[in-house]
């Protein structure tokens, strides 16, 4: 490692790890950038809106009586768990 010049001090990195670091940020900027850009084109937010209108959820109340059921069977268990369960089960279909 040397030491910069006006740095207060600080150490820069050797070559390698330097040019590593571009190349991993550059990497993860392109990255969003593409991952972005496909999304747009492909319409994505409107095809998640249009599978999301088609799922046919169960109500408030029977997610209750699911959780009260998973409480029964598993007092450890957590009610979020069983909304994961749910989320999962609808959107099996969907790929």
Do not use: Y
Not at 43 to 60: F, G, K, M, V
Not at 86 to 91: I, M, V
């Amino acid at each position: 490692m040397t030491r910069e010049a006006h740095g207060g001090g600080k150490l820069i990195p050797p070559h390698d790890v330097l040019t590593a670091e571009l190349d991993k940020r550059l990497e993860a900027k392109l990255n969003a950038a593409v991952s972005e850009r496909i999304l747009r084109e492909a319409r994505a937010d409107e095809q998640i809106a249009a599978a999301l209108a088609a799922i046919a959820r169960p109500d408030a109340a029977a997610l209750q009586a699911a959780i009260q059921q998973l409480f029964a069977d598993e007092p450890e268990g957590e009610w979020r768990d069983r909304i994961e369960t749910t989320a999962n089960k609808l959107s099996g279909n969907c790929a």
